[in-house]
């Protein structure tokens, strides 16, 4: 099989590393507007090759990865559901409401595979959490405690057009969450705090948030995110229900120092970054990807379920502007 990949950038790098390791694949083919980096990239990979255009990508390969900036995604979808190619696109597949239900309501009429890169949902812990809980296995959910933190701020440069903190990092817990507990959310609350750089106050953002999500059947979930952290990169989701308490992210590579005498010590390895902390991930939705091009696959990160973290990410950024809850009437 081969696969395309349109945009090498930090993201599209690494998913061109990892397909180009998979056994289905025989060759991955990269494009890049950017003037000789693609071919940069493939010499560094044993089984790939720089296309000239996307149309060269379109023409040859049996799906497309979409790794570019956000606001291209829709465009490149089309052109890939115009030349039915199965598609993953790097999350979001469109940058506001309107834009991505139009986009859905194409790809449902196709039926073209489109596959969305919230990478928890190809996470193998996240994966076994949900099917505990779908078993029953955690018995009724009471609570979800959910970490995010970023061990840096991302370049300032990017924030003005980064959507905020709920649309730019907390989006994947946003889109998780949810599909873990099953339950459409019923409420938001969100409250956020400029504590690391006057530079988001500047691009009217925060850079620590707090979001509590109410679940129809009455479990809550609590969300801590924040664009600081001087351990490393922590992402946890931990669920308490009625007959198991689980959490998915705390190994011993975990940015967290126990002050008990017998506790966890940060590790000198603690997680940098998402590429690390999420690598069997990432390595995960491409065998994924591959399988469903394939057919051998179910999606697990349909466009349509894109609808409910962003329409939750809006309800978080209107309900930290007001100060007051969101409620959240009918599907998306
Ligand atoms: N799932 C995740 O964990 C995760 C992490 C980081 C970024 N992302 C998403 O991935 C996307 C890319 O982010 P990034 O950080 O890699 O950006 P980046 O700027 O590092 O890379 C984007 C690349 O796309 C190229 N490009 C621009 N227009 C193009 C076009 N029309 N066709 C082909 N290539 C084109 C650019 O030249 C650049 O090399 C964004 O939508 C972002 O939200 C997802």
Not at 20 to 41: F, I
Not at 81 to 91: D, F, M, N, Q, Y
Not at 167 to 192: C, T
Request: glycine letters at 10%; one cysteine or more.
């Amino acid at each position: 099989m081969r696969i395309g990949v349109a945009g090498v950038g930090r993201i599209g790098t690494m998913h061109a590393a990892h397909l180009a390791s998979l056994d289905s694949v025989d060759e991955v083919l990269l494009y890049d507007p950017v003037d000789g980096r693609a071919a940069l990239a493939a010499n560094q990979l044993e089984n790939a090759r720089a296309a000239d255009t996307v149309d060269d990508l379109l023409a040859v390969a049996d799906g497309v990865l979409v790794a570019t900036p956000t606001d291209t995604h829709p465009d490149l979808v089309r052109a890939c559901l115009a030349a039915r190619k199965p598609v993953l696109s790097e999350k979001p597949i469109a940058g506001d409401l309107g834009a991505m239900t139009e986009l859905i309501m194409q790809i449902e009429a196709g039926g073209t595979p489109v596959l969305v890169g919230f990478q928890r949902r190809f996470d193998p812990a996240v994966v076994e959490l949900r099917r505990r809980i779908v078993a029953g296995e955690l018995g009724p959910i009471y609570h979800v405690r959910a970490t995010g933190f970023d061990a840096n701020p991302p370049d300032l440069a990017y924030l003005p057009t980064s959507g905020g903190i709920f649309r730019d990092l907390m989006i994947h817990d946003l889109d998780a969450i949810p599909w873990l507990v099953g339950e459409p959310v019923v409420e938001v609350y969100a409250s956020g705090s400029v504590l690391v750089d006057r530079a988001f106050a500047d691009a009217g953002d925060v850079d620590n948030a707090v979001v509590l999500l109410r679940f129809a059947g009455g479990a809550h979930a609590a969300i801590h995110a924040g664009r600081h952290d001087p351990l490393g990169y922590d992402h946890r989701i931990e669920v308490l229900g009625g007959k198991d308490s689980v959490a998915v992210g705390l190994d011993p590579r975990t940015p967290l120092t126990s002050l008990e005498p017998d506790g966890p010590q940060v590790a000198p390895d603690a997680y940098p970054g998402f590429p690390e902390r999420f690598r069997r991930a990432y390595l995960n939705e491409m065998r994924v990807f591959a399988d469903v091009i394939a057919g051998r696959a179910d999606n697990p990160s349909p466009a349509r379920d894109s609808l409910v973290s962003l329409r939750l990410a809006e309800a978080c950024e209107r309900s930290r502007r007001t100060g007051t809850p969101v409620r959240l009437e009918g599907t998306p």
